[in-house]
């Protein structure tokens, strides 16, 4: 699998796409002026406690206050609480804790009120970015995050990944970082420590204890509300936690991140720089030369293709509660000679393409899948497992149950950032409303050809296409032309009829005999 990172500027907008083997896979968007990311530091101030939810809540610049439970202060909240006072006075002069007298961890089921009191500043980490009317989620258990190892301050336990299982190499990992952690400091090592050796390691370390020396010196004579630390650029922390040898070229179109992008590979890897390539086309934007515009609109809309299956598309609904997910065989199961079996195999490439679109869209909250009715329990449990396969790669929390009675899986999902929505519909030239764009059509129409031709069970030597004319005069225009690419990739001549009744997205294919293939009207 080759991956690809093209990142686009505009403005204060940073646009981050990632490809995996040409296909987009993952989409952030960043802005300069926005603020409160997953990660940042803060210094807060107490507004008020909620003692009703354990809770209080927390003002740290936002419009909306930030919301802080007790279970996520963390056991260390008053050393934390009193490094930070200390720091605020100049009373404690280095980031180091080696001489820091830490305080008692607290009662993991006291109270809000037992710890703070409004007024009171505290130091806080962003959990969850602020989505639609709510405030950020924050924890005062603070840790920074680095290639191989997050740093937890306060604490001097090391804890090493799950998913890394060979003994030896969770003993060797153990042993070094016991050894060259500094006293009153924490690790966790990542994932993607295993088989590095000390001295990388030492780096990383080294490097995460400096941005804990901004943290203090922010701290010194500030008074709440303040950033403290900001999380770096999405781009960057992508590369931090996803970035491996799969990962073939990075193209960006902003000098001033390109260069960003080089120094933060010279730390974790500076044999790829050469990766890192600046775009200078004047004229073409980097998301149209890689195709991703283009992919976005056939991705965000409420109704999506699934690739390879030769007609069948999702439809994506938004409510209030949770989000609705209806797999559609489109022409295929009905004239499939085994519909079990078709069913099946439309199902498997839907649960591919919603893994990836829970993804892309970064969907959180429930998600009620219905798919394909099937008869077969053998079938059932094979999709289930199938798409609980797709889903190990969402690094995000999420949790799936088996199908309901009613052949309904459900899916909760985790997500720390608000959910990206493209408007991919454009004006309606003919009406005063908005109709999805043309690309998405022409994209149905090829998937709808391409099903049709495969069941090889009618006469297709003289087929019509009846489309609106705008849509007609689209795919006879170029050279070659889309009709002449058809011709030249299913050996037939698909005659194309103007029909000025028509809606803008209604086509209909028709045999020799005016019988209908199929037909799509909105």
Known sequence: MNKELVISTEGQDVRIAVLEDGRLMELHQDSSNQGFAVGDIYLGKIKKLAPSLNACFVDI???????????????????SFKFSHLSMKNKHQTHWLKHFKTEKDINKDGSIAD??????SVMVQITKEPIHTKGPRITSEISIAGRYIVLVPFSNRVSISQKIKNKEERERLLGILEAIKPEGFGVIIRTVAEEKNTEELQDDLNYLLNKWKVVHRNLVKNTAPALILDEMDRASSIL??????????????????YNDMRDYLKYIA???????????????????????????????GRTVTIPQSKGAYLVIEHTEALHVIDV?????????????????????????????????????????????????AEHKKQLFEHLRSEMQKDKAKHKILPPSRFGLIQITRQRVRPELNYTTTEENPNHDDEIEAPIVLIDRINQTLQGIVDRKDKDLSKMSLHVHPFVAAYLKQGIPSIQMKWFMRYKKWIKIVPR???????????????????????
């Open 61 to 79: 610049g936002y419009s909306k206050d930030a919301f802080l439970h007790y279970h996520d202060l963390g056991p260390q909240i008053r050393s």
């Open 115 to 120: 710890v703070f009191q409004p007024g009171d």
């Open 240 to 257: 931090r936690d996803n970035f491996n040898d799969d990962f073939i070229k990075i193209s960006v179109d902003d000098e001033s991140l």
């Open 270 to 300: 500076p044999d790829k720089i050469k990766i890192v390539k600046l775009y200078e086309d004047p004229i073409v934007p980097i998301f149209e030369k890689y195709n991703i515009e283009r992919q976005i609109k056939l991705a965000f």
């Open 328 to 376: 559609n065989s489109g022409n295929i199961s009905r004239n499939s000679r085994n519909q079990e079996d078709s069913a099946f195999t439309v199902n498997k490439v839907a649960a591919t393409e919603i893994a990836r679109q829970l993804k892309l869209r970064d969907m959180g909250g429930i998600v009620v899948i219905d798919f394909i009715d099937m008869t077969s």
């Open 500 to 522: 000025d009744a028509y809606k803008y997205l209604q086509f209909n294919f028709l045999d020799l005999n005016k019988n209908t293939l199929y037909n799509e009207s909105n």
